[in-house]
């Protein structure tokens, strides 16, 4: 959901929007929607509800926050919480569960009949405590690695598929005078997300799925040497200005989606880009003539320690239910649908989780593949960060990895982290 949160920060938002008018309706007759989504997400969502009210008779009524936790927390407290509303990931699922906030989707949907169309790895990420919670609708691969092949062909370099390749490729290009990577970790108030993606990737390939999971549940600490040697493999790339284009300063000021316009400039200032598949929207908005999959293309994340894999990292679109309404249940069992999905991910460039979505929706073919490969992962898990309490995950995490890049002694930041995981948890 981190995407979503940025385009809320980024964008110039409409706080309230009303799709439909709302007077004289019975609650039958209209289900609300609370949500971060502003600028181009939220007129795709627009789409979403027409098509939904179209076939249901149904009205929506979508609202907008910046700050949804808050939003979300203060409703529920006052005893008024919206019908559905866009949650950031397992970890807030777990927070309103635990609150016994949440409806059992269980009994919204028919499962039989969802999980011939859900890849058994979404139903999982929704399910907590023997109930099935939160309905993931559309998803991002994270594990990518952007590069242009027409470069690395001119310039005679290789994809690697292990770490031990991606050094040497990265040691050969400064060899060569040329830059390996564009990072920009600059995003609002939001700003350091982009390192924790990093860290989670390293971490699954260096530590394993099984010690992810411990680490993201807190049942080991921060201060485990496996997170330290997380962080350090990152830090060996965004702390080298060799290895990153405009060292530390240029990694800490650069926006997110600014920062892959370096592999386009003549000649290019840096070679890859590790970002998730959604970067290819900012691709297309900022270089018009660059062909997604010929101009540019991505190879998977390389594997570090050969007995974990190569395990795939994502984060997606979560909707959870507050309040068991027929309009509600409707509106939950079409954005499960194929014909929901791909109205979302047709134009937003997101991946569908229903298997029954038409490729044909999806802009090109590159993002065809990345489609096919996420339903078909054999190991994949959430992102990190938008699965711990709000006050780690996007607060001490997010702040830590800046630190770090910015010179701050790593066990330093990871006894901050800690200790505010000790409170949190």
């Not at 808050?70 to 407290?77: F, G, K, N, Y």
């Not at 969802?114 to 405590?129: F, Q, R, V």
């Not at 092949?149 to 690697?160: I, M, R």
Request: hydrophobic share 40%; glycine share 8%; with cysteine.
């Amino acid at each position: 959901m981190k995407r979503g949160l940025v385009f809320a920060i980024c964008s110039l938002f409409v706080v309230s929007v009303i799709v439909f008018p709302i007077t004289a309706l019975a609650q039958d007759d209209i289900v609300t929607v609370l949500g971060v989504w502003g600028g181009h997400e939220l007129e795709v969502f627009q789409e979403v509800t027409k098509a939904f009210t179209e076939k249901t008779g149904i009205k929506v009524q979508f609202e907008g926050t910046r700050d949804l936790p808050t939003v979300l927390q203060t409703r529920l407290a006052a005893g008024n919480p919206p019908d559905i509303a866009a949650i950031s990931g397992p970890g807030a699922l777990k927070q309103y569960a635990d609150q016994d906030a949440l409806v059992d989707l269980s009994e919204v949907f028919d499962m039989n009949t969802i999980t011939e169309s859900l890849n058994p790895t979404w139903i999982e990420l929704g399910s907590y405590d023997g109930g099935f919670y939160g309905l993931m609708f559309a998803a991002d691969i994270k594990s990518l690695v952007w590069y242009r092949p027409d470069q690395f062909a001119a310039k005679g370099y290789e994809v690697p598929t292990t770490w031990d390749e991606m050094e040497a490729l990265m040691d050969k290009m400064v060899a060569n005078g040329h830059t390996p990577w564009a990072v920009g970790l600059e995003s609002g108030a939001a700003s350091g997300w982009p390192a924790t993606d990093w860290i989670e990737d390293i971490l699954l390939r260096t530590a394993g799925p099984e010690v992810y999971d411990q680490w993201v549940d807190h049942t080991i600490p921060w201060t485990d040497p496996r997170i330290k040697e997380a962080f350090e493999i990152f830090g060996t790339i965004v702390r080298n200005s060799d290895y990153v284009y405009g060292g530390p300063v240029t990694v800490l000021s650069t926006n997110f989606g600014d920062s892959v316009n370096e592999l386009f400039t003549d000649p290019p200032r840096a070679y890859m880009h590790r970002q998730a598949s959604f970067i290819t929207s900012f691709i297309r908005d900022a270089n018009p003539d660059v062909v997604i999959g010929k101009d540019v293309s991505f190879f998977s994340f390389p594997s570090i320690k050969p007995e974990h894999g190569n395990p795939m990292l994502g984060a997606g679109d979560m909707l959870a239910q507050f309040n068991r309404t027929s309009a509600a249940d409707e509106f939950m069992r079409f954005m499960a649908s194929a014909d929901a999905q791909e109205i979302w991910v047709g134009s937003l460039g997101k991946l569908g989780t229903n298997s029954k979505i038409d490729p044909a929706v999806y802009p090109d073919d590159l993002t065809r593949e990345m489609a096919a490969a996420l339903n078909d992962a054999d190991v994949f898990r959430f992102d990190g960060s938008d699965s711990m309490p709000a006050a780690v995950g996007s607060g001490a995490f997010w702040e830590g990895t800046l630190m770090y890049v910015g010179g701050d002694d790593l066990d330093d930041v990871l006894e901050y982290i800690e200790t505010v995981a000790s409170e949190s948890y």
